[in-house]
């Protein structure tokens, strides 16, 4: 789950210096992380940053705002 919240925090922020900020870790952590969970992927993970962002909001009953 930490890999997948750090991978959105990536998205949101729009790159790995400002979400490593905002996550209070640091970057090469962030990047780490993040390279670990795209060892996992079945699917190119670009592709799927606004699906995945839907279902976590679903999830967590945020509305959607696609």
Do not use: C, W
Not at 39 to 60: P, S
């Amino acid at each position: 789950m930490r890999q997948l919240t750090y991978f959105l925090a990536v998205v949101d922020h729009g790159g790995f210096t400002r979400a490593a900020e905002h996550l209070l870790i640091a970057q090469p952590s962030l990047s780490q992380t993040v390279k670990d969970l795209d060892g996992h992927r079945v699917v190119d993970t670009a592709a799927t940053a606004e699906v995945t962002r839907a279902v976590v909001e679903a999830l967590a009953g945020a509305p959607n705002t696609s």
